[in-house]
T-cell receptor
Framework: KNQVEQSPQSLIILEGKNCTLQCNYTVSPFSNLRWYKQDTGRGPVSLTIMTFSENTKSNGRYTATLDADTKQSSLHITASQLSDSASYIC??????????????FGRGTQLTVWP | EAQVTQNPRYLITVTGKKLTVTCSQNMNHEYMSWYRQDPGLGLRQIYY???????DKGDVPEGYKVSRKEKRNFPLILESPSPNQTSLYFCASSMGQGGNQPQHFGDGTRLSIL
């Protein structure tokens, strides 16, 4: 069964600290993996997209890694800010030709940054 | 301004009364998709469309219909809404069909079915 699991479910850190969020998936065949940030009451916003051949990608203070062999990804946030408080969602796209549009979502990690 | 627009933003209605949630994008995107988001379950894909006149089922298509007659519009239709369809709905679009482009999401539609 195609699934995406994220951990931890929630995380509280102090402003200025770093943190790492985890994503494990069983989606196969794999096309790409995305990380989204979702503020409360808003639609998700894309942070990174990685294909099979990419093992790291950065977007400012956000760095995503991908190990396609172990089917694991992580999102590292550096020098956290209060505005980083949000839900971070891992999404994997199916790579099969007739269902290329299928996306599988993790349940998200709720990050809270305290001053 | 590039955007995905959903209407209405909020709707309270009763069981069995047909409703349509509209979604429109002004970015000439090929790919569009509908999601529902429920507490504890995260986002789940309802239907998606790779291009005009091409639609496919996602994870939870039961009770929903879609159509893609024009590139910019992708309405979500609930023919006979039921309380278990009470949820927060998002429409999204992205460039191309290959899938390596980020999705742009609308601001969401909160539906309550009584």
């Amino acid at each position: 069964k195609n699934q995406v699991e994220q951990s931890p479910q929630s995380l509280i850190i102090l402003e200025g600290k770093n943190c790492t969020l985890q994503c494990n998936y069983t989606v196969s065949p794999f096309s790409n993996l995305r990380w989204y940030k979702q503020d409360t009451g808003r639609g998700p916003v894309s942070l990174t997209i990685m294909t099979f051949s990419e093992n790291t990608k950065s977007n400012g203070r956000y760095t995503a890694t991908l190990d396609a062999d172990t089917k694991q990804s992580s999102l590292h946030i550096t020098a956290s800010q209060l505005s980083d408080s949000a839900s971070y969602i891992c999404v994997v796209r199916l790579g099969r030709g007739s269902t290329l549009g299928r996306l599988y979502f993790g349940r998200g990690t709720q990050l809270t940054v305290w001053p | 301004e590039a955007q995905v627009t959903q209407n209405p933003r909020y709707l309270i209605t009763v069981t069995g009364k047909k409703l349509t949630v509209t979604c429109s994008q002004n970015m000439n995107h090929e790919y569009m998709s509908w999601y529902r988001q429920d507490p504890g379950l995260g986002l789940r894909q309802i239907y998606y469309s790779m291009n005009v006149e091409v639609t496919d089922k996602g994870d939870v298509p039961e009770g929903y219909k879609v159509s893609r007659k024009e590139k910019r519009n992708f309405p979500l239709i609930l023919e006979s809404p039921s309380p278990n369809q009470t949820s927060l709905y998002f429409c999204a679009s992205s460039m191309g069909q290959g899938g390596n482009q980020p999705q742009h999401f609308g601001d969401g539609t909160r539906l309550s079915i009584l």
